[in-house]
């Protein structure tokens, strides 16, 4: 098969098996790359801390990435505005939530300020923070929740919800930043609160399957390229193999069917012998 295989037109098509194999395997590897680097975690670009307009802007959606970004933000509490909420994680049974309107943008602006176990220092802890006077708030800004995330009961809410609190807060001017920033220790402490736990946000990394089945494949049609060289050859080398068979029986010659055997004439066998007792 292989005085087959060294001809030019089958080496000719094995260089051409090769190439789509190598070209198959190229992209083979593009996909495996591709899955490993869609499988690595973001930088942890959330940990410089940057001023709120510098990251984004009012009525901006906040993105995945950029949730849990520190942040710096200027501006002063509304009086008034202060919403309690309960169930949530972070520390105590009730956290405070203040309308703080950014000096940069004047856009309203949710800031988590801190915790209370009681509802009554709680509401005191907003009301000791608004007024006049100028704050700088540090802390971490968030998307916005869902209003269908409350768990309404009795006037009580769990969402940090600017669609709820366009509603709710009275001095508002039309302008909403996307999400919400939680206060660090030093805002908390102003309040006489306690400080909502800090935690830096994780990102789900989850392994890219499709690449990697993708280049599972590319490797499958490189090396069906060459086992298609190879049957190919195979196939030619048979059909010589029996076109070679059909001419030496032709040259040997018909086999005659009507000749008859002959038949071999009988011995005879001796009376003496066929007859022992006789002499």
Do not use: C
């Not at 789900?204 to 069906?224: P, R």
């Amino acid at each position: 098969m292989w005085a087959v295989a060294r001809r030019p037109r089958w080496i000719a098509l094995l260089l051409l098996a090769i190439i789509l194999a190598g070209v198959f395997a190229a992209l083979g590897k593009w996909q495996l790359e591709r899955s490993i680097e869609n499988g690595k975690p973001l930088p942890a670009s959330t940990e410089t801390r940057k001023t709120l307009d510098d990251v984004t802007t009012p009525e901006k959606p906040v993105g995945s990435a950029l949730a849990g970004q520190k942040v710096t933000v200027s501006g002063r509490f509304v009086a008034g505005d202060t919403t309690v909420l309960t169930g949530r994680s972070g520390g105590g049974q009730f956290q405070t939530v203040g309308h703080l309107v950014d000096d940069a943008t004047g856009a309203s602006l949710p800031v988590v300020i801190g915790w209370s176990d009681q509802r009554s220092a709680a509401v005191a802890g907003g009301d000791r923070l608004a007024g006049d006077a100028t704050m700088t708030i540090r802390g971490r800004y968030y998307p916005a929740e869902s209003p269908d995330q409350d768990t309404f009961e009795q006037h009580e809410y769990s969402a940090v919800a600017p669609a709820r609190f366009v509603n709710t807060w009275k001095a508002f001017d039309d302008r909403m930043y996307g999400g919400y920033v939680v206060a660090d220790r030093t805002t908390a402490d102003a309040a006489d609160l306690g400080t909502i736990a800090d935690r830096a946000p994780t990102r789900e990394v989850q392994f890219d399957w499709l690449n990697l089945f993708y280049a599972v494949e590319w490797v499958v049609f490189a090396g069906f390229a060459v086992f298609l060289w190879y049957r190919f050859v195979k196939d030619a080398w048979e059909r010589e193999q029996d076109e070679a068979r059909e001419a030496a029986e032709a040259a040997a010659g018909p086999v005659d069917d009507d000749v008859e055997p002959v038949d071999e004439p009988a011995v005879p066998v001796d009376d003496a012998r066929a007859e022992p007792g006789r002499r």
